[in-house]
């Protein structure tokens, strides 16, 4: 099974910006596709964006939108979150996940391959 390592959060103010990283350990990442989930404290994990294995499709919740830019590179076998013009309700443990296309975004609760998370706080 593919295995995921998270890098990259911290702590930041509001309204700054941070970089998340995701490295896969199988040969086999780019056929997958890949996503960001959040778990703030107290509330269940939530979806917040996904990319295709071409990296040529992505797709965000709402509430990151024109904030956040997911994307990835296959040689490299990693995929990035790009977060900027952070909010406080953006705190939260972020997981890097794989899996179809169709599990990522249309049944998010099926995905099973996680990574270990890394925490995003964000000052007011």
């Known amino acids: 099974q593919m295995q995921l390592v998270e890098s990259g959060g911290g702590l930041v103010q509001a309204g700054g910006s941070l970089r998340l990283s995701c490295a896969a350990s199988?040969?086999?990442?780019?056929?997958?596709?890949m996503g960001w989930f959040r778990q703030a404290p107290g509330k269940e994990r939530e979806f917040v964006a996904a990319?295709?294995?071409?990296?040529?499709?992505?797709y965000y919740a709402s509430s990151v939108k024109g904030r956040f830019t997911i994307s990835r590179d296959n040689a490299k076998n990693t995929v990035y979150l790009q977060m900027n013009s952070l909010k406080p309700e953006d705190t939260a443990v972020y997981y890097c996940?794989?899996?179809?296309?169709?599990?990522?975004?249309?049944?998010?609760?099926?995905?099973?391959?996680w990574g270990q998370g890394t925490l995003v706080t964000v000052s007011s």
């Open positions: 199988a040969h086999i990442f780019s056929s997958y596709a």
């Open positions: 990319i295709n294995w071409e990296g040529d499709n992505t």
């Open positions: 996940a794989a899996d179809t296309w169709l599990n990522m975004v249309v049944k998010p609760r099926t995905v099973d391959t």
